[in-house]
């Protein structure tokens, strides 16, 4: 059995095992925080994709090694699909304490920020054909998007905000535990994710480079 595999196995065991104990143990003592139990594990896992993006980006800067480049943009477009997890869960979270999907609340508005910065990122790459000046400008840009994710955890303290402030935020024990397990089933799927789509993308880059050396023979 492949590391990945076992990756998953213990990511699902841990998602169910969760799941089971936000529904038994907290929703029937308020609904709306059973929403945080998907929010902030996606908001983890997007905040964890860019980072080693960042990582990745710097680290290609530095040595041109291709392989940076590639696992980069492979944590970008997965923090994307976590992003609009957290956004979604976060605004149906909202509505139940608030009563509004979106409000415009400097952490909803700033998330959102954050999220069209790094789909610029996939754009920007898309729109160039050179791969390594692709990966530079990606490099940099992606490096530049992430000075926004500082500002989306000080927004909360920047401006007038209904989102609470992590210090202000106490949980009983039974909330504590479970929301922990669910942090690490989704930080294990995000590794899974990230294991596989790398494997995806350099399998379909050799087969690739293979066409072109089989086309440049034929020519």
């Not at 994710?149 to 202000?168: G, K």
């Amino acid at each position: 059995m492949a590391r990945r595999d076992v990756i998953l196995i213990i990511a699902v065991l841990l998602s169910v095992g969760g799941s089971y104990m936000a529904y038994v143990s907290v929703h029937p003592m308020r609904g709306d925080v059973y929403f945080a139990y998907t929010h902030i594990p996606a908001a983890l896992a997007c905040y964890l994709a860019f980072s080693i993006s960042l990582v990745a980006s710097i680290r290609y800067l530095k040595k041109r090694v291709r392989v940076y480049d590639m696992v980069a943009e492979v944590s970008v477009i997965l923090g994307l699909g976590y992003g609009v997890v957290a956004l979604i869960s976060g605004a149906i979270w909202a509505n139940e304490a608030w009563g509004l999907y979106w409000n415009w609340d400097p952490k909803q508005t700033t998330t959102l920020i954050l999220w069209i910065a790094y789909a610029g990122y996939i754009a920007v790459k898309n729109s160039i054909s050179e791969v390594d000046k692709r990966a530079v400008i990606g490099a940099v840009y992606n490096i530049l998007a992430f000075s926004l994710i500082p500002l989306t955890f000080l927004s909360v303290m920047l401006w007038q905000s209904l989102h609470p402030r992590a210090q202000e935020v106490t949980m009983s024990m039974p909330v504590a535990i479970t929301l922990v397990v669910n942090l690490i089933a989704a930080s294990l799927f995000f590794v899974y994710l990230l294991i596989t789509a790398y494997s995806l993308w350099v399998l379909e880059d050799r087969v690739n480079e293979l066409l072109y050396m089989s086309k440049r023979q034929e020519g």
